[in-house]
């Protein structure tokens, strides 16, 4: 699109807000506060003069009123005309001729030639002679208006009186006010400066502590006053809660570092040592087949847990999570199916207790959920296992029990945190993972997982909404 020459881009055709963005926030406040306060100290100054000044007008009006019906009694009563101190008065024929004058005004006309013949037509005609900033001391306010004298005679009568006074007092009230509106005005924006301060400075102290983020400085915490609950306090109790998610965040991506590492160390170096052992010396067939079939035992365990991690991954975000109407007992049958070869070969029972019902869920995470807390009651627990499934208000609730020793006491508060095992060892079977994915897939169904030991075992089950 062409543009026009002079014309500046949105936002900079206009000066002032883009130049005000980049304002400190106090001095933005404190230059609002101005500007609202000269609004309302103009608005104020302006009532007061227009009201001081209402009242000298009416006054001054008042006497040229009675100045002007005694100069025409006089005229027509032949007497020579009188005033009170500053007035003045001419009389004019009506082709503008001065015919008599007071010494005041004797050298000049007062009235134009439009104003002559409109009063002439018999108008009266109201005029200012002189402003208001001037400092003219001959400043007057006339009133002209025709009149017919003995002999039908007929004059424009003129009167006239100074308005030195009445200019004066309004030019004293415009400095008053002036100074007053200046030194409001300064206290105002002090002021407005000082709250403002006294309002930021906690956000600046928060600012200030917040920056240390930057060096790593451990237990970073912002300085709140317990005794108060303001919104800047509540902000600081916020911000607070966000270092701590902060800390735990940092924390457990540390720890998940050390485990991801420890866990894939632990396989690329039996890989690297079954390579070497073959590499060694020349090997049979037989021996390279099995070579081969450990390799690929240890490759299998990398992209297991290869998968378990990006799964994990994908379950953070919500927008992966596609819910639909399942049949509650079609999913549990499909998830407990791949186990029961398995439980018939350690001589253990798989039963399933399930309330028909349909949920509205993402079968795509929620079966192979189920299926890993039946792998690990098979895994880590005895006996029978034992699969609940029940749909009510909402809520969908699943449950796998077993028989077993149950869970260690030190355990069951990470129980779902990643690469955690009842087992001190790393090189037992799994990766520690199945129960992280488990919590993620109650996590993103805006539900949650919980472990505990009842009276038989190990129990592990899900809440989740449907």
Avoid: K
């Avoid at 800390?247 to 390579?275: I, K, N, Q, V």
């Amino acid at each position: 699109m062409t543009r026009l020459a002079g014309e500046d881009e949105p936002g900079r055709r206009l000066g002032g807000p883009r130049f005000l963005r980049r304002l400190p926030i106090v001095l933005r406040l404190v230059i609002a506060v101005a500007a609202a306060m000269s609004l309302v100290l103009g608005g104020a100054a302006a009532l007061v003069y227009w009201r001081v000044e209402s009242a000298l007008d009416q006054q001054l009006d008042a006497d040229l009123a009675t100045y002007h019906h005694n100069l025409v009694r006089d005229l027509r009563a032949g007497r020579s005309p009188s005033g009170p101190d500053g007035s003045a008065y001419q009389l004019l024929d009506t082709h503008g001729h001065v015919i008599e004058a007071s010494a005041l005004v004797r050298r000049e006309r007062l009235l134009s030639a439009d104003e002559i013949t409109a009063a002439d037509d018999g108008t009266i005609v109201h005029r200012d002679i002189g402003g208001l900033l001037a400092l003219n001391p001959h400043t007057l306010r006339l009133t002209a208006q025709r009149v017919r004298l003995p002999g039908h005679r007929t004059v424009i009568a003129v009167a006239a009186l100074r308005r030195g006074h009445r200019d004066e007092a309004l030019r004293e009230l415009l400095a008053q006010l002036a100074l007053a509106d200046g030194l409001t005005l300064l206290a105002a924006s002090y002021v407005g400066y000082r709250t403002a301060r006294a309002a930021l400075d906690p956000v600046e102290r928060y600012r200030h502590r917040a920056a240390t983020l930057a060096d790593a400085a451990p237990r970073v915490r912002l300085p709140v006053p317990e005794d108060r609950n303001d919104e800047l306090t509540r902000l600081g109790h916020t911000l607070n809660r966000m270092l701590d998610r902060l800390e735990s965040a940092a924390e457990r991506e540390r720890r998940f570092l050390a485990d991801a590492s420890h866990e894939l160390r632990t396989p690329l170096s039996l890989l690297r040592a079954e390579l070497d052992v073959a590499l060694h010396r020349p090997r049979s067939a037989g021996e390279l087949t099995a070579t081969l079939r450990s390799v690929d035992t240890e490759v299998q365990r990398l992209i297991d847990l290869s998968n378990a991690l990006l799964d994990l991954e994908e379950l953070g975000s919500t927008e992966h999570l596609t819910r639909a109407p399942v049949d509650l007992a079609d999913l549990v049958e499909t998830a407990v199916a791949p186990h029961l070869p398995a439980a018939e070969d350690d001589g253990r029972t798989l039963t399933v207790d399930v309330t028909p019902a349909t949920v509205t869920i993402d079968a795509r995470w929620l079966r192979p959920a189920l299926s890993n807390m039946i792998s690990n009651a098979l895994r880590h627990g005895h006996g029978d296992i034992h699969v609940t499934a029940v749909a009510r208000d909402g809520r969908v609730h699943l449950a796998v029990t077993d028989e077993g020793p149950g869970f260690p006491p030190d355990f069951l508060p990470r129980a779902f945190d990643r690469f955690t095992r009842a087992e001190a060892s790393r090189t037992g079977q799994g990766s520690g993972l199945g129960l992280a994915f488990v919590a993620a897939v109650a996590a993103s169904h805006d539900g949650t997982a919980h472990a505990e030991n009842t009276d038989r075992g190990a129990a592990v089950g899900l809440d989740l909404s449907c």
